[in-house]
Structure formats: C-alpha cells, structure tokens
C-alpha cells in the first residue's frame, strides 16, 4: 500500500491496482488509509492532473506565465514526491 499525502486535504492511495485521490475528511479507516471523498485514476498523471484542476480552482491567475509557472511548480513537486514514494516501495 502506498499513500502520499499531497498536502492536508489530499492524498494519493495506491494497492497496487486501483489510485485512488482522496479527499480527507479527518478521520481514518481501520485499514489506515484516510477516509473522504475519492476519485479512482488508472495513472498517477491522471490523478495528479485532477488534483492541480482541484487546488488551482480557486486561485486567481493574472497571466498566462504566471499560470505556466504556476502548474509547472505544481507538477514538479508532485512528481519527486511520488518518484520518492514508488523507489520507497521498490516499484520503479
């Protein structure tokens, strides 16, 4: 099982088989993954992708570099955090 937190009101939770995004709600399920709202991807890209449409929808953007730069970061971050996450896990 791996989850990564991507910030305090989401994570990525994977079986192996199944992504699942993961609103959190607080609480937490007996099998410890956190229990919300979801959405299941067949990809962490898809999954990713959803979460920066999600985060970035209430954030006002003057430019288009600005919103290049904006989504670029956005991306980058995630990217190391599930890179670290899957050599963690041993999946490559």
Excluded: C
């Excluded at 989850?3 to 939770?13: G, S």
């Excluded at 007996?30 to 890209?45: E, L, S």
């Excluded at 995630?78 to 050599?87: H, P, S």
């Amino acid at each position: 099982m791996i989850i990564i937190d991507l910030d305090d009101k989401y994570t990525i939770v994977s079986d192996g088989d199944v992504l699942n995004l993961v609103q959190k709600n607080g609480k937490i399920r007996k099998d410890g993954i956190p229990a919300g709202k979801k959405w299941w991807f067949n990809t962490y890209g898809q999954a990713i992708k959803f979460y920066e449409k999600k985060v970035d929808a209430g954030r006002p953007i003057h430019s288009l570099r600005e919103l290049a730069k904006q989504i670029d970061s956005g991306y980058k971050r995630i990217e190391i955090m599930v890179d670290q996450k899957l050599k963690e896990a041993g999946i490559e």
